[in-house]
């Protein structure tokens, strides 16, 4: 039998002051309150998680959140530092965040500033383009794909988020060679238009399969604000693919990514252990 000590609490059976102590016997996990050389026995942590989590003081509610999700998911204590790599992935849709709203800000600028000159505004909207997805592809290889592949290595529920980041990279490298292509030769707005729609139908597909670890982790740790950003920000993405609300999907994702970076910082795995 091992046994982990989480905090300070007042324990729900007795009502006195002590320390909860998790023991583990044949893979059961079980909850006590240990009152000096008394103790409180109070059940199968499954059981009695909502009350004894609610019995903790505040500063050790994220402790315990931590022991429980890395208990759900299966994992040793020896590999939880791997799960930094979580923080990785938190920064580039961070990076991701701010490179989109600095663009979306250029691109409504460029709106007014050229909204006489048609062929112009068309022009700079493709370099625009061609620029964010070029830093696109670097942030999502540097921080997303390189941090799934990592999780992979640990669990191989989060390949899904290592196959999604490899298709967003596959996807932003045929948009940058497209936009490129465009800005050399005149393409036909319909086809144009056509084209960037079924690559952003991948990239949305990608941004599905790279969150769906993500939801699982936050369900694991208990933080459900992060799912809430990742069905906002998918709202977001389906709606780019709409002619003429683009500039209205863009703020949707934006406030779903945000509300997705805030709740992975919540996670004990997202931070150097």
């Known amino acids: 039998m091992s046994s982990r000590s989480i905090g300070q609490g007042t324990c729900p059976k007795c009502g006195r002051r002590g320390t909860l102590v998790i ?9 006590y309150y240990r009152h000096g050389r008394s103790w409180c026995y109070l059940g199968p942590l499954n059981k009695v998680y909502d009350e004894v989590r609610k019995s903790l003081d505040p500063n050790y ?18 590999v939880t530092s791997v799960f930094s790599r979580v923080g990785v992935i938190r920064m580039g849709i961070m990076y991701l965040l701010i490179l989109g709203i600095t663009f979306y800000i250029l691109l409504l ?15 700079t909207g493709r370099i625009l383009d061609l620029i964010n997805n070029a830093i696109s592809l670097v942030i999502t290889y540097m921080y997303i794909y390189n941090g799934f592949l990592e999780l992979s290595k640990i669990d191989k529920t ?8 490899l298709i967003r990279l596959i996807a932003l490298l045929s948009l940058i060679v497209f936009d490129s292509i465009v800005l050399a030769i005149n393409v ?7 084209i960037k729609d079924v690559i952003g139908a991948v990239i949305v597909i990608a941004w599905a ?6 939801y699982r982790l936050s369900n694991a740790f208990n933080v459900k604000s992060t ?16 002619p003429g609300i683009v500039l209205i999907g863009a703020p949707i994702q ?4 945000g509300i997705i970076v805030h709740g992975l910082g919540k996670l004990p795995v997202s931070r150097s252990q």
Do not use: C, W
């Not at 399969?209 to 993500?214: A, K, N, R």
């Not at 934006?254 to 990514?257: A, K, M, R, T």
């Open 23 to 31: 023991k583990t016997l044949s893979g059961g996990y079980y909850a």
């Open 61 to 78: 509610v994220e402790e315990f959140d931590g022991f429980v999700g890395r208990v759900r998911l299966g994992l040793n204590e020896s």
């Open 109 to 123: 600028m460029a709106l007014i500033v050229m909204s006489q000159d048609k062929p112009l505004l068309l022009l």
């Open 158 to 165: 989060y390949g899904l988020g290592f196959g999604g980041s």
């Open 188 to 194: 036909p707005a319909i086809t144009g238009y056509v």
């Open 209 to 214: 399969l790279i969150f769906t670890p993500i």
């Open 227 to 242: 799912n809430v950003g990742i069905i906002i920000a998918m709202i977001g993405y389906a709606l780019d693919l709409v």
């Open 254 to 257: 934006f406030i779903g990514e």
